[in-house]
């Protein structure tokens, strides 16, 4: 892979992440019930550091055309976009998710001393659907979107 498209893949890396981090971080925080300014504001910047290196560790863009080839679709089609948003949405999802939780269950357990009567699994599994679902759309929106910005930016067509 050359330089440019290295560098393509950092900003399409950063841009993503970020989204995905502001919204899954604001409907993380919104369907507890207990939102806060600072819980948001936690819960984003250690979601966005944990996706940004996702990003940029995991060449995202080779991993879900790959996957789309080897399912016989074209990237380019509908049905080849909803498989690529999938596969890049089980990358970034379920461990932006995990962290999430993990951090408002921590919080959540040290304010009561230990004594929050709360179920880790029970608060994981409902904000992992939800952010399944939120994260699968954002990335089916915006992916496309962000790249033709991208590669315009970078003096490219878009493939």
């Not at 399409?12 to 806060?36: I, K, N, Q, W």
């Amino acid at each position: 892979m050359n330089e440019q498209m290295r560098k393509i893949g950092r900003q399409m890396a950063l841009r993503m992440g970020l989204l995905m981090s502001f919204c899954l971080s604001l409907t993380g925080t919104l369907s507890s019930g207990h939102f806060t300014p600072i819980g948001f504001l936690m819960s984003f910047v250690v979601s966005s550091v944990i996706s940004i290196c996702i990003g940029f560790i995991i060449p995202i863009g080779k991993v879900t055309t790959g996957a789309c080839l080897k399912a016989g679709l074209k990237p380019e089609t509908l049905p080849g976009r909803l498989f690529e948003s999938l596969i890049s949405n089980l990358i970034y999802t379920p461990l932006m998710t995990f962290v999430m939780v993990f951090l408002a269950y921590s919080v959540a357990m040290k304010q009561s001393g230990g004594m929050a009567q709360l179920s880790f699994v029970n608060m994981f599994i409902p904000s992992l659907v939800i952010c399944f679902i939120v994260g699968y759309v954002l990335i089916f929106i915006f992916q496309p979107l962000f790249m033709k910005q991208i590669m315009k930016k970078n003096g490219r067509k878009p493939e």
